[in-house]
Every structure is written in structure tokens, then in C-alpha cells.
């Protein structure tokens, strides 16, 4: 049977699920929603954020500060991806779409493969002391890890709101995937905002694979687990609204912790899916899109 009281602890602990959701979707929201580039690769760069920072923990440092170190170098990484997408398959026009597809489907393993090669198969987890802990109100407990990531996709998602409409940059980004033609006549280089916003897109990465191996233990083929939540929630949102990306990780998390505690963790994974179906069918522009 339904309780009211299960349902009520489903709902808050899915608001924290999902804006960890939110938050690690945010960097497919850019490339994918903005540039319509197909970064399946996304989510591995994501474990490969978690294995980066479980590497710069070792050295006795707080695993979000990690986070914020490595992004300058995932920045990198993400205008270096661009760069050779665009040289390779955009610059020629010739089926863009499905050799991206292969090629990042290519990048994905290849970084899998090389994380299996170095660290091997075995989970690895990082040490903080808000980790293992949690805050009691009356008879709720709430994960500081859980909460720890609701902080970061708040964040993430002002400050990337803000920067999106109120800088020249920003209002680049959302424009290129539009009408390059019209963002050359207002003295824009197409080609650079799309490294910028790839290298944005990639950037956000590295604090969100921090919050990842704060919220459980990694390993290399986690990547899979996050491909088909990431792009529900990226199509559930609206290509490219970060207001909705969180509002729909909101919804996939409270619908997948209510499925969870109703009918089983097996349930779960195919709760995204289910949505992903639905809102194809029903709304195919998204909760915001156009």
C-alpha cells in the first residue's frame, strides 16, 4: 500500500536526487541543447572528472575544491574536442550528425578503456567530512553529500543563467546553434563561440564528476548508467534551458525515488527512459523549450 509518509520522504530525498541530476546534466545541456552537437561522450568525461578528482584527493584536498582546479584543464580538453569535430566532420558538411555520433561514441570508450588500464575495474571512493554524515529534522535525515550537491546545481545553474543572457558571450552561445549567418554580421566568430561554449559545456565536468564520487562510489563503466538520464533530462528541460534543466532533473529524481521506494531500485533505470518516451510523444520541444 501507498503511504503518505513514504511518499513525503520519496519526494524530498527525490528534490536532492534530483538536482544532482540537474547539475551533471548541465554540460549536455550546452553542447547538445545549444550546439546541437551529439556529446555522448559526456558522461564519461564526467567519470573521468571523478577519477581526476579521487587523484587530487590524495594529496589531502577538499573533493569539490578539486573540482573547481580541474576545471581550466577540462576547459581545454572540451575547446580540444571542438576543434577537431569541427576540422573533421562540421567543417566538411557531410553527415555531420551520425559520424559526430560515432566519433564521440569512440572518444566515451577509448576513456573508459584507459581508466580500466590504469586504475582497473575496482570502485573508488574519496574521503570529506560531510561524506558518511547527515542532517536530522525530526525524523527525516538528509545526506550532507546529497545536500552538498543540491548546493552546486543551484549554483551551477545561476551562474550559468546569468552568464547566458547578460553577457555578449553568453547570448553568442545561445545564438549559434540558430543562425550563424546573423552572429557573423554582429562581428562574432561562429566557430569560436562554439569553442568556448564546448569548452564551457566540458568545464562543468569537473566539478560535477567532484560531486559524483562524493555521492558514491566510481568506476569506468558508470558512464552508461548516466547516458540515458543525462539526455532525459537535457530533452525534458528544452534544448539549452538551464532554468529547465533543473526544474526537469527535479522531476526525474522525485519520479525515479517514488518509483524506487514503491516498487524497487530495479524500477528505476527505466524510469528515464519511460519519460523520455513521454515527452517525445506528448511534448516534443520540452517542458521549455519553443
Given at each position: 500500500?501507498?503511504?503518505?509518509?513514504?511518499?513525503?520522504?520519496?519526494?524530498?530525498f527525490?528534490?536532492?536526487?534530483?538536482?544532482?541530476?540537474?547539475a551533471?546534466?548541465?554540460?549536455?545541456?550546452?553542447?547538445?541543447?545549444?550546439?546541437?552537437?551529439?556529446?555522448?561522450?559526456?558522461?564519461?568525461?564526467?567519470?573521468?572528472?571523478s577519477?581526476?578528482t579521487?587523484?587530487?584527493?590524495?594529496?589531502?584536498?577538499?573533493?569539490?575544491?578539486?573540482?573547481?582546479?580541474?576545471?581550466?584543464?577540462?576547459?581545454?580538453?572540451?575547446?580540444?574536442?571542438?576543434?577537431?569535430?569541427?576540422?573533421?566532420?562540421?567543417?566538411?558538411?557531410?553527415?555531420t550528425?551520425?559520424r559526430?555520433?560515432?566519433?564521440?561514441?569512440?572518444m566515451?570508450?577509448?576513456?573508459?578503456?584507459?581508466?580500466?588500464?590504469?586504475?582497473?575495474?575496482?570502485?573508488?571512493?574519496?574521503?570529506?567530512?560531510?561524506?558518511?554524515?547527515?542532517?536530522?529534522?525530526?525524523?527525516?535525515?538528509?545526506?550532507?553529500?546529497?545536500?552538498?550537491?543540491?548546493?552546486?546545481?543551484?549554483?551551477?545553474?545561476?551562474?550559468?543563467?546569468?552568464?547566458?543572457?547578460?553577457?555578449?558571450?553568453?547570448?553568442?552561445?545561445?545564438?549559434?546553434?540558430?543562425?550563424?549567418?546573423?552572429?557573423?554580421?554582429?562581428?562574432?566568430?561562429?566557430?569560436?563561440?562554439?569553442?568556448?561554449?564546448?569548452?564551457?559545456?566540458?568545464?562543468?565536468?569537473?566539478?560535477?564528476?567532484?560531486?559524483?564520487?562524493?555521492?558514491?562510489?566510481?568506476?569506468?563503466?558508470?558512464?552508461?548508467?548516466?547516458?540515458?538520464?543525462?539526455?532525459?533530462?537535457?530533452?525534458l528541460?528544452g534544448?539549452?534551458?538551464m532554468?529547465?534543466?533543473?526544474?526537469?532533473?527535479?522531476?526525474?529524481?522525485?519520479?525515479?525515488?517514488?518509483?524506487?521506494?514503491?516498487?524497487?531500485?530495479?524500477?528505476?533505470?527505466?524510469?528515464?527512459?519511460?519519460?523520455?518516451?513521454?515527452?517525445?510523444?506528448?511534448?516534443?520541444?520540452?517542458?521549455?523549450?519553443?
Open positions: 500500500m501507498f503511504s503518505v509518509d513514504l511518499i513525503f520522504e520519496a519526494t524530498l527525490g528534490i536532492l536526487l534530483g538536482c544532482f541530476y540537474a551533471v546534466s548541465l554540460g549536455l545541456s550546452v553542447a547538445f541543447g545549444l550546439l546541437d552537437v551529439p556529446y555522448v561522450a559526456h558522461p564519461a568525461l564526467l567519470i573521468l572528472g577519477y581526476f579521487f587523484l587530487l584527493c590524495k594529496t589531502g584536498m577538499d573533493p569539490i575544491m578539486c573540482g573547481v582546479l580541474l576545471m581550466p584543464v577540462f576547459y581545454l580538453i572540451g575547446i580540444g574536442f571542438y576543434r577537431f569535430y569541427y576540422e573533421t566532420f562540421e567543417k566538411r558538411s557531410t553527415d550528425g551520425v559526430g555520433l560515432a566519433f564521440f561514441f569512440g566515451a570508450f577509448i576513456i573508459e578503456v584507459c581508466l580500466i588500464l590504469v586504475f582497473g575495474v575496482d570502485q573508488r571512493t574519496v574521503a570529506a567530512s560531510y561524506i558518511g554524515s547527515s542532517l536530522e529534522i525530526g525524523d527525516y535525515r538528509f545526506p550532507y553529500r546529497m545536500l552538498v550537491a543540491f548546493g552546486i546545481a543551484l549554483t551551477l545553474t545561476f551562474v550559468l543563467t546569468i552568464y547566458f543572457s547578460k553577457t555578449f558571450t553568453g547570448r553568442a552561445i545561445k545564438a549559434v546553434g540558430q543562425d550563424e549567418g546573423a552572429l557573423r554580421l554582429m562581428g562574432a566568430n561562429p566557430v569560436k563561440i562554439k569553442q568556448i561554449a564546448f569548452g564551457i559545456a566540458t568545464s562543468v565536468n569537473a566539478i560535477a564528476g567532484a560531486m559524483l564520487i562524493i555521492v558514491g562510489p566510481v568506476e569506468p563503466a558508470m558512464d552508461r548508467i548516466y547516458i540515458g538520464r543525462t539526455f532525459c533530462v537535457v530533452v528541460a534544448l539549452g534551458s532554468s529547465g534543466t533543473l526544474v526537469a532533473g527535479l522531476v526525474l529524481g522525485i519520479t525515479e525515488s517514488i518509483v524506487m521506494m514503491t516498487f524497487g531500485a530495479s524500477w528505476a533505470p527505466a524510469v528515464s527512459f519511460g519519460l523520455l518516451l513521454l515527452m517525445l510523444g506528448i511534448r516534443p520541444q520540452g517542458l521549455f523549450g519553443r
